[in-house]
């Protein structure tokens, strides 16, 4: 009863007019309740009905207990209302306590606060009630959190970031030390390079730099010539005309100058240089310099020159050679023709009392005279089968084989040959080298036919890459091919090239030539940049193949 009397005396003595304004409270802009001692709630503010999400039709929790507002907190919360009983039975007259937790309202929403709790002092020191003070930090502990995961985000950036820069930094210094060794070899590579004069000019043509190829060909020391102008190396004359300005000029107008002539030494000598100016640009395009590269060619345009001299002569002396040829063969042919006159007559003459043995010998001396004169005409046929490119036309062969058949009329119906001709192409050729080329292999299966079996030739053509058929052909070029077979007596394979030489003739031949036929044939097709090939069989027969290389619009 003692203690029951004494808490009504101290609940007495807590009165709020006496205290303040209830007034005050209302317009703090938080929440505030007030308990007495026992826990009883004396006042709550409009903030505090705001705050807890529910509001009493009357003042009915006036007078009630704290305990009233326990619905509102999750449980195991330490309730701020226990707060004034703990700190009077532990004897705290000066002290403040703060509270955060989880309210959960009414309406299921859920707000953090922190709640700061204060004990009412009488004039006496003893303790008359608790004030408690109710703060909504849910936005702040929100943005608190956001805070601390923004800063953990961004300590993980941050750390990402350095590591990756750390990585960047390590890979740019390996790079600019592999920039570094590269320069250096190039500067070595470019100076070092003996073969080729490598020269940087301004665009002015004034020289910037020099490598060691540059010393070696054009004599001078790198101290001895940068800053100098590109014009000392050109002879008097072409200064004069103007070419190093030239080249320059078209090297900044078409990015690049190839030039070939004779230029000069320190010592004054010459040398045959080839010579590449490159145009140098900025990022806008503009030239601002140029590079100069020349490479020393006296000994080619030295042998090519001598080349050319021994040509110029080979072809005078071939000149002189057909001349005299042509000359020789005349000459020659003229008492050829003579003898073949008289032993002729005396021969045809039926007076004449000659033995039989004389008569043989005088019919062999007439036959001896007719292969004279077929070689010399033979030979003057080969020495004037040249490759003359302002001869060479349109060729339609199946003209060519039919005049050489109508010329041969006579002769292939009197010994029983049969010619068969498939169509035949037209060509870029010489037009009367053509007729003979096609005359002599004609003419040959005709002469070289067997005794035992009617003759058969037949003449046909293909069209062929070189690639497809034999080496000795451009792979990449389209071929005509014409094909002359016979079923003469042949020959031996192994003598298919042989046959070609000058005055080559095979054991098993039945007929006598020249030996300069087939080799006229040869000529012919080499003129027209073409391949002959022969193959035969002993006694079956022999076979030739012209290739001749196909031209554009033909």
Known sequence: MKNEDSRSVLNETLDLENFGEKRILDLLPHAVCVCDVSGKIIHYNKKAVELWGCAPAKNEWIGSFAETFKGFYPD????????????????????????????????????????????????????????????????????????????????????????????????LLLKNEELKKSEERYHKMIDEVEDYA?????????????????????????????????????????????????????????????????????????FWGSIVITALHDADNNVIGFTKVTRDLTAKKVAEDKLNEYSSLLEFQNKELEQFAYAASHDLKEPLRKIHLYSAYINDDA????????????????????????????????????????????????????????????????????VAVGELPVINAIPFQCKQLLDNLINNAIKYRHPDREAHVAIAAARVMGSEVRAGLSPDISYDMISIVDNGIGFDDQYADQIFEVFKRLDNSNARGSGIGLAICKKIVQNHKGVISAKGELNEGARFDIYFPRFIGL
Request: glycine residues 6%.
């Open 351 to 418: 007076s004449n009392q000659l033995t039989d043995r004389s008569r043989d010998y005088l019919g062999r001396s007439l036959r001896s005279i007719q292969q004279m004169t077929k070689l010399i005409e033979d030979l003057l046929a080969y020495s004037r089968t040249t490759s003359n490119t302002d001869s060479f036309t349109s060729v339609d062969l199946n003209e060519i084989v039919a005049a050489i058949l109508s010329e041969h009329k006579d002769e292939l119906e009197q010994k029983i040959v049969n």
């Open 76 to 171: 195991g919360t330490e309730m701020p209302y226990a707060a004034m009983p703990v700190m009077a039975s532990l004897g705290k007259k000066e002290s403040d306590s703060e509270l955060e937790f989880i309210i959960e309202r009414p309406d299921l929403k859920k707000i953090m606060v922190r709640v700061s709790t204060a004990i009412i002092h009488g004039d006496d020191g003893v303790p008359k009630g608790v004030i408690s003070s109710f703060y909504d930090i849910t936005e702040r502990r929100q943005m608190e959190h956001a805070l601390r995961d923004n800063e953990k985000r961004y300590k993980e950036l941050a750390d990402y970031l350095e590591k990756m820069v750390e990585q960047k930094t390590s890979d």
């Open 198 to 270: 490598i020269i940087l000019l301004d665009k002015d043509g004034i020289i910037q730099n020099w490598n060691k190829g540059a010393e070696k060909i054009k004599g001078y020391a790198d101290d001895e010539i940068v800053g100098k102008s590109f014009k000392v190396f050109y002879q008097p004359e072409d200064r004069q005309k103007g070419l190093p300005d030239m080249l320059l000029d078209k090297a900044g107008r078409e990015g690049k100058a190839i030039a070939e002539g004779w230029r000069v030494r320190k010592d004054g000598d010459r």
